[in-house]
DNA sequence: CGTACTCTAAATAGTTAGAGTACGGTGCACTATT
């Protein structure tokens, strides 16, 4: 078979990306894969080429619907109309008509939760399905255990669909979560391809401060000075809110991002960044999955993001045209504590994991009743159906460990005095061969060669901004 | 850990200081209400 002539063919590319042709070699010859590709390395291609060489469908599970959405349009796009996406985005007469015919669609996305509803999960029993996909798989080891259980449970459809092959894609795994991903999606050899992570063209700085407001002067002045697009993660909402008030003061254009906004508001945000109306958009952790611009040339964390993986992949939005970006990491005293106790907080205690065990009635009441938090108790619903109570206790102390762990890490991280390149890709696992020129603040870096000033400067909102920062903040 | 808010006591009539407490980030689906 000739791979190239069907990529050709299909999709009019006259080559393969690296790692692409090998893993979808490894799926059409029916072996599970774990597939490690930088963004922009083509991922989706590592299904939609094997879905036109396969009898059956394909069945993606994505973490976002948003991203479905995406994906599904994109395909259609490309000339692909057997696409359906399960969510409830879909009216009920959509949804009947997409579950009735399900046969029919090359490509069908869905969440986690849907897939593990047991009316889906009868809906999909009688299809020719060949391979499933669990996009963005790091989400499993992510989210599963302390925010979306669901996503622990992918196997469990596998015996209904007749144990099709299976493609995890992630950009970022380290040694661990791709243990958690072999283990939860229940491969037994996969093979696992891993690209080298490290991107060349980003750069890493990591700028330390006495307190917050030397944060915000900085900031100010650099987002003055320079243009964007550019991300700014800030460790809250209010905090991103803040960020952009601040910014737009000086006729930045500039918007927010997070969770709490309404759907419409965090698509027209996307949009507007997307299409160049935005410089800087100030967001949670919660901006950037399936956000495609290549050109960001500045991703700047206001704030310590709370795990290396988190860091690395918000870092990763930038830079994917090849062009030079840096990724500024900014600290304060004190900041590294703030999230990462919240996220201990998250995790279920001792005293929630015992309610729920031994509770008798319906588990709902205890949320009610404001004696178990929600999350909490459905991550321990999912334990509860495969552990005892000992055993549960057990294993959120060690999820607890790990998080533990992680801040470790980015602790490290912000006191290194090495290599920050180096450090990053050591947490991965992976080493660094070739240093580029422009590697981070510990071992070079020419500031000039990121730097994107703004050729129009606006001068009557630039000269008083401190003014216009003392006049907004109390201190 | 830091912030914002609430509560309480001591001051004396509306204000203030200090103590105590709740909260902070990622999303799906479902249901009830507009």
Same mark, same amino acid.
């Given at each position: 078979?000739?791979?190239?002539?069907?990529?050709?063919?299909?999709?009019?590319?006259?080559?393969?990306?690296?790692?692409?042709?090998?893993?979808?070699?490894?799926?059409?010859?029916?072996?599970?894969?774990?597939?490690?590709? @930088?963004?922009?390395?083509?991922?989706?291609?590592?299904?939609?080429?094997?879905?036109?060489?396969?009898?059956?469908?394909?069945?993606?599970?994505?973490?976002?619907?948003?991203?479905?959405?995406?994906?599904?349009?994109?395909?259609?796009?490309?000339?692909?109309?057997?696409?359906?996406?399960?969510?409830?985005?879909?009216?009920?007469?959509?949804? /009947?008509?997409?579950?009735?015919?399900?046969?029919?669609?090359?490509?069908?996305?869905?969440?986690?939760?849907?897939?593990?509803?047991?009316?889906?999960?009868?809906?999909?029993?009688?299809?020719?399905?060949?391979?499933?996909?669990?996009?963005?798989?790091?989400?499993?080891?992510?989210?599963?255990?302390?925010?979306?259980?669901?996503?622990?449970?992918?196997?469990?459809?596998?015996?209904?669909?007749?144990?099709?092959?299976?493609?995890?894609?992630?950009?970022?795994?380290?040694?661990?979560?791709?243990?958690?991903?072999?283990?939860?999606?229940?491969? /037994?050899?996969?093979?696992?391809?891993?690209?080298?992570?490290?991107?060349?063209?980003?750069?890493?700085?990591?700028?330390?401060?006495?307190?917050?407001?030397?944060?915000?002067?900085?900031?100010?002045?650099?987002?003055?000075?320079?243009?964007?697009?550019?991300?700014?993660?800030?460790?809250?909402?209010?905090? !991103?809110?803040?960020?952009?008030?601040?910014? /737009?003061?000086?006729?930045?254009?500039?918007?927010?991002?997070?969770?709490?906004?309404?759907?419409?508001?965090?698509?027209?945000?996307?949009?507007?960044?997307?299409?160049?109306?935005?410089?800087?958009?100030? !967001?949670?952790?919660?901006?950037?999955?399936? *956000?495609?611009?290549?050109?960001?040339?500045? *991703?700047?964390?206001?704030?310590?993001?709370?795990?290396?993986?988190?860091?690395?992949?918000?870092?990763?939005?930038?830079?994917?045209?090849?062009?030079?970006?840096?990724?500024?990491?900014?600290?304060?005293?004190?900041?590294?504590?703030?999230?990462?106790?919240?996220?201990?907080?998250?995790?279920?205690?001792?005293?929630?994991?015992?309610?729920?065990?031994?509770?008798?009635?319906?588990?709902?009441?205890? *949320?009610?009743?404001?004696?178990?938090?929600?999350?909490?108790?459905? *991550?321990?619903?999912?334990?509860?159906?495969?552990? !005892?109570?000992?055993?549960?206790?057990?294993?959120?102390?060690?999820?607890?460990?790990?998080?533990?762990?992680?801040?470790?890490?980015?602790?490290?991280?912000?006191?290194?005095? !090495?290599?920050?390149?180096?450090?990053?890709?050591?947490?991965?696992?992976?080493?660094?061969?070739?240093?580029?020129?422009?590697?981070?603040?510990?071992?070079?870096?020419?500031?000039?060669?990121?730097?994107?000033?703004?050729?129009?400067?606006?001068?009557?909102?630039?000269?008083?901004?401190? /003014?216009?920062?003392?006049?907004?903040? @109390?201190?």
């Amino acid at each position: 078979m000739n791979l190239e002539k069907t990529l050709f063919d299909t999709y009019g590319f006259t080559s393969f990306r690296p790692g692409q042709k090998e893993v979808i070699e490894k799926i059409l010859g029916g072996q599970d894969v774990i597939a490690l590709l @930088p963004t922009g390395m083509g991922k989706s291609m590592c299904y939609q080429l094997p879905a036109h060489l396969m009898e059956g469908s394909v069945l993606v599970v994505s973490p976002l619907l948003s991203l479905m959405q995406d994906q599904v349009a994109q395909l259609k796009k490309m000339g692909e109309k057997s696409v359906a996406a399960i969510n409830s985005f879909l009216d009920p007469a959509e949804r /009947s008509n997409i579950l009735h015919n399900l046969n029919t669609y090359r490509f069908i996305f869905i969440s986690p939760e849907m897939l593990v509803q047991p009316y889906i999960k009868n809906k999909l029993m009688g299809l020719n399905i060949s391979l499933l996909v669990a996009d963005e798989a790091h989400c499993i080891s992510q989210w599963g255990f302390d925010f979306r259980p669901d996503y622990l449970r992918i196997a469990e459809i596998m015996p209904a669909l007749g144990h099709p092959r299976v493609l995890a894609l992630t950009a970022t795994a380290t040694a661990k979560v791709t243990e958690e991903i072999k283990q939860y999606l229940k491969l /037994s050899e996969p093979f696992i391809y891993t690209h080298p992570m490290d991107r060349k063209n980003i750069a890493y700085d990591i700028k330390k401060f006495e307190n917050g407001k030397e944060k915000l002067e900085w900031l100010s002045t650099f987002v003055a000075a320079n243009k964007g697009p550019g991300i700014i993660y800030a460790g809250t909402r209010k905090k !991103s809110q803040e960020l952009s008030n601040l910014l /737009s003061l000086s006729g930045i254009r500039t918007a927010f991002y997070h969770g709490g906004m309404e759907h419409q508001d965090r698509i027209f945000v996307q949009q507007q960044f997307q299409n160049g109306e935005l410089e800087w958009v100030c !967001s949670t952790n919660a901006f950037g999955m399936g *956000v495609h611009i290549p050109d960001i040339g500045h *991703v700047i964390h206001f704030q310590v993001p709370t795990s290396i993986e988190g860091y690395v992949q918000e870092v990763g939005r930038a830079g994917r045209n090849g062009d030079p970006a840096l990724a500024t990491l900014l600290y304060a005293a004190g900041d590294e504590d703030l999230l990462a106790n919240l996220v201990l907080d998250d995790l279920p205690t001792n005293h929630e994991i015992r309610e729920v065990y031994q509770n008798e009635g319906d588990p709902a009441q205890l *949320v009610d009743q404001g004696i178990v938090r929600e999350t909490s108790l459905r *991550v321990i619903s999912y334990w509860k159906n495969h552990l !005892s109570e000992q055993d549960t206790i057990i294993q959120i102390a060690q999820q607890k460990n790990e998080k533990i762990k992680q801040s470790a890490k980015i602790r490290k991280l912000i006191n290194l005095e !090495s290599c920050v390149r180096e450090y990053v890709l050591e947490c991965f696992d992976q080493q660094l061969h070739i240093k580029p020129e422009n590697c981070c603040i510990n071992d070079h870096l020419n500031f000039a060669d990121f730097l994107t000033h703004r050729e129009t400067v606006d001068i009557q909102v630039l000269d008083t901004w401190e /003014s216009r920062l003392n006049a907004i903040l @109390p201190c």
